[in-house]
């Protein structure tokens, strides 16, 4: 049986979910490309020798139960979570206190509740599988208190900043930002961590940026009295 993943969010050729996705497969995963739109998850699935395409919308619960449903019918189990998808309110570009509550309500439900249903939804396959690690931008706060729940089991709970990446040709980004596929292997290093490997942690290119769990910030590192690869590193500035 294969070690699978699934990701959310991959719907852009472009985008760091793909890249993500394209990397996992590389090194032999089964990966799960879920998006809102059917058609362009499986566009990008068929690039991929082993690949499932499903619906998944992170406001739409149903979708997440059913993609859940599949990859435990599937596979049994589930040895990475990438919640990649997301819809932040521009409050570097807009006012918090001129921000659309609808545009709020709907970054909430799509880059918090969203990510926390499912991965309620699927953490029996988590704990299924030998070894995992989950990676989310974003979901600073959630991943720490995430991290400290699955007590007992080797899950992995930790973000990933993949730093500025170009994603977004149509807003002109390639002049500025990094190619998806260089930022992703951040991502490849935070979801194929071995059992023991650090967690709660916001993690760089495989550096650790910022300790996520709760009464730590900023005053220890996030590996829980586990090695690697971060352990003993200097904590540095949250660049987000
Ligand atoms: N690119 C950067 O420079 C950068 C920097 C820091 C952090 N990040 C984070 O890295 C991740 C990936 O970034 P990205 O630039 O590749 O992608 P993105 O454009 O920020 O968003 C990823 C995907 O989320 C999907 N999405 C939106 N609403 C959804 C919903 N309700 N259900 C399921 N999927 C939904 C979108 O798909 P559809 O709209 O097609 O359905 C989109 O393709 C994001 O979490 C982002 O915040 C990116």
Known sequence: MP?????????????LGFAAARLLSELDYHVILTARDLARAE?????????????????????????????????????????????IVDFAALSALDADPA???SALDIDVLGPWQLTQLVLPLLKAAPAHSFAKHALNTLTGVLATAPRDTPILVNAVDPGETATHPERGDEDTARPALESARGVGWAATLPPGGPTGGLFRDGQLVLSLLPGTENTAGPDRDRSGPAAGKPLLRQDQ
């Open 3 to 15: 070690k699978t993943a699934l990701l959310t969010g991959t719907s852009r050729a472009v985008g």
């Open 43 to 87: 566009s990008l699935a068929a690039q991929l020798p082993n690949a499932t395409a499903l619906r998944l919308d992170l406001t739409d619960h149903s979708t997440m139960t059913a993609a859940a449903d599949y990859a435990a019918q599937t596979f049994g189990r589930l040895d990475v979570l990438i919640n990649n998808a997301s819809d």
């Open 103 to 105: 545009a709020v309500q």
